[in-house]
């Protein structure tokens, strides 16, 4: 066996904190869940090798993918803004009015989530920073006032509704505003001890994390795109630092059945004497699998660009990630660069498939292929 491998496998079996009332005993580290977890750890250890692009392609990367989570984890709770509508809105941030609850919960998780990025290592995991996290999500919501950043004081279940939007049915009864602050203080608690302690793997720790804060509950409103945001926090705290270059929340939300199936059918045992930990973690896992891939094939791209590409090109296509959509004439006051030089690596850039031409004339726009 891979000593790599091997020292994992110890490490996971070394042993578990229980300090926590739930049983997590009956964890099942598979040779699928085992490999994954290699492979992930893997690219993080190369992660400083391949991320030696120049600081302004990483920028240009970060950028795209803080847009894509900030789009996808606001639409998994059913914000209706697209990715280039998210990116315009952000570009005019500075407005700080935001007519409609789509444009209030995208601010304001742009808002949270860059704390992240920017203080994660001062962001420890505590209760009073979970609530300051949850006050960040929900600053520009104004039916939210009342509650946020403080735990819940009525029931939260998660329900069913039709297609009229009639409840039809609650799918999981989460905890009472009584027991909230006592299991909170307990996952906190274990989260960090565990981490400190080492005793379960990082990624499974923050797997049990997610899962148990969803099946808690903590707030009235916000607990899931919190939780994605506390996910991200724990993967940069414990030295996943490429998660800001690669969206998981994009990930989730093209697997959402897959997300909640697995979320539900893990809940509904947490409390019993035998949890199912297992299609939590195996779908957890998985997305935080392709996450790594999809950031391994970005890599690829980008140092693939470096190497055919002039400087003037790749800033081209940096500036069109970068807003989305550009004209030749923005492309032109942006650089600086003759028009017709311009006009000329343009071309050259549809021709390679690097970017992509829509419409004729003055009309014309560049995106990204």
Not at 215 to 230: K, T, V, W
Not at 264 to 283: C, E, H, K, S, V
Not at 321 to 342: D, M, P, S
């Amino acid at each position: 066996m891979d000593i790599f491998v091997q020292n994992l496998h110890i490490w996971i079996f070394l042993g578990i904190f229980t300090g926590m009332s739930l049983n997590i005993d009956t964890i099942k580290i598979t040779p699928q869940i085992l490999a994954i977890i290699a492979e992930i750890d893997e690219f993080k250890g190369a992660w400083k090798a391949l991320g030696t692009l120049a600081p302004e392609r990483l920028s240009a990367l970060r950028r795209v993918a803080t847009i894509e989570s900030i789009g996808s984890s606001t639409r998994i709770e059913g914000s209706k803004l697209s990715d280039s509508e998210v990116d315009k809105l952000l570009s005019n941030i500075e407005i700080q009015q935001f007519e409609t609850r789509d444009e209030q919960e995208v601010a304001s998780y742009a808002e949270a989530i860059e704390t992240v990025f920017a203080s994660a290592d001062a962001i420890t995991l505590t209760e009073n920073h979970i609530k300051q996290l949850h006050r960040d999500l929900l600053r520009h919501s104004t039916k939210d006032e009342r509650h946020r950043g403080e735990y819940k004081t009525g029931t939260n279940h998660v329900s069913a509704f039709d297609a009229d939007g009639n409840e039809i049915g609650v799918v999981f009864e989460t905890a009472t505003p009584f027991d909230t602050p006592r299991l909170m203080t307990e996952l906190v608690e274990w989260t960090n001890t565990t981490l400190e302690q080492k005793t379960l793997h990082p990624l499974l720790v923050a797997a049990i994390f997610t899962v148990v804060f969803l099946e808690i509950h903590p707030f009235q409103d916000g607990n899931g795109r919190l939780s994605r945001i506390l996910t991200t926090l724990i993967l940069i705290r414990n030295g996943y630092e490429y998660v800001p270059y690669s969206s998981l929340e994009s990930v989730i939300e093209q697997s959402k059945e897959g997300y909640y199936l697995a979320l539900r059918r893990t809940q509904g045992t947490i409390r019993t004497n035998a949890p199912d930990w297992q299609p939590w973690l195996t779908f957890f896992l998985r997305a935080l699998q392709q996450q790594k891939a999809r950031l391994e094939i970005k890599m690829n791209r980008e140092k693939l660009l470096m190497a055919q590409l002039s400087p003037l090109s790749v800033a081209i296509v940096d500036l069109i990630k970068r807003h989305g959509q550009l004209k030749n004439a923005q492309i032109v006051e942006l650089t600086g660069a003759n028009r017709n030089t311009v006009k000329k690596h343009l071309s050259e850039l549809v021709t390679g498939n690097h970017i992509a031409k829509q419409g004729i004339g003055k009309g014309t726009i560049y995106i990204i292929q």
